[in-house]
């Protein structure tokens, strides 16, 4: 077997409420039976990412996570149609790191689960030069999603996620190994 893929798991959401922790643990327990994923997670509550997009011991940090990673996943919630400013910030923060490497997303919100968020943030990873996986995992209604445990027997959820997975590890190898046989020209 390969070397397992660097995951990257970027915890959006920043508000004191928030509900990323639930469905990031649900998440992260499903990535702990794909041995092809070395997974870490930043959460971007934890990360002090400055909005003037200035360069901090934290941000050459954050970069260098970025750099040594083969992909990434997004939990994101959805505040007015649209995903959280601490995701932008990071998203801003870097550009060649997230330059030729596949981006997957988890959603949560009200009746959209999140959905305008993910359409958005695909048009931003695009012009990061990104590969944006078409498999999305969404919870609408997610509060109703999670029993007390944390676990969900929202199928379609569950569903999606083994296909993101799949899609994830599938162009985080064919990126990792077209990245050393020709580096990417952005």
Same mark, same amino acid.
């Given at each position: 077997?390969?070397?397992p893929l660097r995951l990257e798991v970027i915890v959006a959401s920043t508000r004191p409420e928030r509900f990323a922790p639930v469905v990031a643990d649900w998440f992260l327990g499903a990535l702990a039976s794909r041995p092809e994923f070395d997974t870490g997670v930043l959460d971007l509550r934890e990360l002090p990412l400055p909005v003037e997009l200035t360069e901090t011991p934290q941000v050459d940090a954050f970069r260098t996570r970025l750099a040594a990673a083969d992909a990434f996943a997004v939990i994101t919630s959805e505040y007015n149609h649209g995903y959280p400013a601490s995701l932008k910030t990071a998203l801003d923060s870097a550009?060649? !790191?997230w330059r030729a490497k596949p981006i997957g997303f988890v959603s949560y919100g009200g009746l959209s689960g999140g959905l305008r968020a993910v359409e958005q943030l695909r048009q931003v990873v695009a012009e990061l030069h990104m590969v944006s996986v078409r498999e999305s995992v969404s919870f609408a209604q997610a509060k109703r999603r999670? !029993?007390?445990s944390g676990a969900t027997t929202d199928g379609a959820a569950i569903d999606a996620c083994e296909r993101m &997975?799949?899609? &994830?590890a599938w162009w985080g190898r064919t990126l990792r190994t077209a990245r050393a046989v020709d580096p990417y020209p952005g």
């Open positions: 077997m390969d070397t550009k060649h !790191e999670f !029993e007390a &997975l799949n899609q &994830l």
